[in-house]
């Protein structure tokens, strides 16, 4: 079915007859398939009596050539058609002995993770669903505060690529105003005191105009910009700024980032709820720490808090 697609992708008509050849099965198959196509992967395709099929769109496909092409060639990339969590894959890779670090990306994830239990969506060739994998043997220093420095890389190349109000919500959000454009789930395995690989999962939300399955507030690149982007510019992008702030948080920790991260926060000094489970804390963001906690005002006094399970709101009467 993905063959066909590929045949398809450069948005022009194509015979059901010239497809069939090339697939090496009946015009009849090809039918088939096209409505598989239309089914599995929420793709229009128009058909023309005379002229044949075409897609209503072009796909740009990710391709590990064109990454390297616009400038990311230091990681071996796998790219998948369909996975269920790059993150996944990526977990079962290093279970392998796969050598870090690499990077996982896919067109389209049955099972992507979000954080906090919860699913990202992730229709097929719309977004960016990217997981790198590092070694870390530096102890815990090299993992204190590495998503929020994630987050920040994340917000750099949204930037770089035009979406200009890109901004951070701590842990480790991107938003646009008050809707998010990019998440961030950061998965280990081994010893953190020791050695272990830390799996960094980057979902961005690119070309998607269109869905009704996320349950907060969103937007994408192209609902910003009113124009669709090239996510192996975008992957060649995040790689440069990855890079840039992987290596300053491993030079000089994450006391290096404190102050550019807190430039970009969009609630420094907002009146919030911290949400821990069933438990609701109230109070007023001074910012973060060394290690990349949240510092809150509550009550009069200043608090830290950290943790992959908490998450703010805004209060109603901020
Ligand atoms: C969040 O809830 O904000 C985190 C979302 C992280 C999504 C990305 S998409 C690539 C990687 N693979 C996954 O299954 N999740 C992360």
Known sequence: MLTLLKLLKDGRFHSGQALGAALGISRSAVWKQLQHLEADLGLSVHKVRGKGYQLAKPLLL?????????????????????????????????ERGVQAPFLVLAERQIAGRGRRGRKWVSPFADNLYHSLVLRIDGGMRQIEGLSLVVGLAVMHALRDMGIAEAALKWPNDVLVGEKKIAGILLELVGDPADVCHVVLGVGINVNMRSTDEVDQQWTSMSLESGRDFDRNELVARLGAKLQ??????????????????????????RAVSLIAGVNRIDGVVMGIDHQGALRLKVDGVEKTFSGGELSLRLRDDS
């Open 244 to 269: 840039q702030y992987l290596a300053l948080h491993h030079e000089a920790g994450f006391a290096a980032i404190q102050s550019e991260w807190e430039r970009f926060h969009l609630w420094q000094g």
């Open 62 to 94: 990710l391709d590990v050539a064109q990454i390297c092409a616009n400038g990311l060639c230091e990681w071996p990339v796998h790219v998948f058609d369909s996975i269920d969590s790059t993150n996944a894959e990526a977990l079962r890779s290093i």
